[in-house]
C-alpha cells in the first residue's frame, strides 16, 4: 500500500527543546516537501528535495532545517522550537511525470510549542 | 504565480445528491496541473483527483469527477450521490510548470445531512 508515514503524531514540547518529526514513504517518489497548515492561511511549504541530497527552501522556511539522505526518507528538523511554530505539519511525496502527477500526504503532524 | 480561488466556504448537500464545489484559477505557466484534496476532522489530506492543464477529457475517480472549463480557468468537484462520509473540508491546490509546490485555495467545508 503506497503511504507516507510521519512521527509523531502529536507532540507537545518546550520553547528551544530541538526536535525532530520524521517522513518516510514506500513509493520511490524523488521529490517530498513538508508544509504547514495554519487557520487563516492555509497551507504553506516549507521546504521541498527533488531527489536526495537536493533540497531548497520553500515560502516559510525560517526556523526549521531539512536533510535527505535516503529517498524514502525527509525529516523536519526544528533547532529552537517558539510558540510561533505551534502548526499541523504535513509532510508530502509527489510523482511529477509529464501526463500525470499525484501527491500524498502524510496523517499530519500537530506540534504545541508551549 | 498561482493563485486559487475556492468562493464557498461552506455547502451542504443531502445524503445521495450530488454537489458541485467551485475552484477557479489563475496562473501564467503554460503547463499546470489541478488536484483535489478531503480534509476531515480528523486532519489528515486525502488526495482525491487530479487533472492536467492539457488533459482534453475531465478526470473521473469513482464518484468524484473534475469540470475542467479551461478558457474559464475553472476546475470545479463534482462528488455524485454524497455520503455522509463525504462532510469534510475541501481544498483545490495548483502546481505549475516544473515548480512542483501545490499553491492551496482557503477551502469549503461540506456538510452533508442525512
Known amino acids: 500500500e503506497a503511504q507516507v508515514t510521519q512521527n509523531p503524531r502529536y507532540l507537545i514540547t518546550v520553547t528551544g527543546k530541538k526536535l525532530t518529526v520524521t517522513c518516510s514513504q514506500n513509493m520511490n517518489h524523488e521529490y517530498m516537501s513538508w508544509y504547514r497548515q495554519d487557520p487563516g492561511l492555509g497551507l504553506r511549504q516549507i521546504y521541498y528535495?527533488?531527489?536526495?541530497?537536493?533540497?531548497d527552501k520553500g515560502d516559510v522556511p525560517e526556523g526549521y532545517k531539512v536533510s535527505r539522505k535516503e529517498k524514502r526518507n525527509f525529516p523536519l528538523i526544528l533547532e529552537s522550537p517558539s510558540p510561533n511554530q505551534t502548526s499541523l505539519y504535513f509532510c508530502?511525496?509527489?510523482?511529477?511525470?509529464?501526463?500525470?502527477?499525484?501527491?500524498?500526504f502524510g496523517p499530519g503532524t500537530r506540534l504545541t510549542v508551549t | 504565480a498561482q493563485k486559487i480561488t475556492q468562493t464557498q466556504p461552506g455547502m451542504f448537500v443531502q445524503e445521495k445528491e450530488a454537489v458541485t464545489l467551485d475552484c477557479t484559477y489563475d496562473?501564467?505557466?503554460?503547463?499546470?496541473?489541478l488536484f483535489w484534496y478531503k480534509q476531515p476532522s480528523s486532519g489528515e489530506m486525502i488526495f482525491l483527483i487530479y487533472q492536467g492543464s492539457y488533459d482534453e477529457q475531465n478526470a473521473t475517480e469513482g464518484r468524484y469527477s473534475l469540470n475542467f472549463q479551461k478558457a474559464r480557468k475553472s476546475a470545479n468537484l463534482v462528488i455524485s450521490a454524497s455520503q455522509l462520509g463525504d462532510s469534510a473540508m475541501y481544498f483545490c491546490?495548483?502546481?505549475?510548470?516544473?515548480?512542483?509546490?501545490?499553491?492551496f485555495g482557503k477551502g469549503t467545508l461540506l456538510t452533508v445531512n442525512p
Open positions: 508530502a511525496s509527489s510523482f511529477w511525470g509529464r501526463d500525470h502527477r499525484e501527491q500524498y
Open positions: 491546490a495548483t502546481a505549475g510548470g516544473s515548480n512542483y509546490k501545490l499553491t
Open positions: 496562473t501564467s505557466d503554460q503547463s499546470y496541473g
Open positions: 528535495s527533488m531527489n536526495v541530497e537536493v533540497t
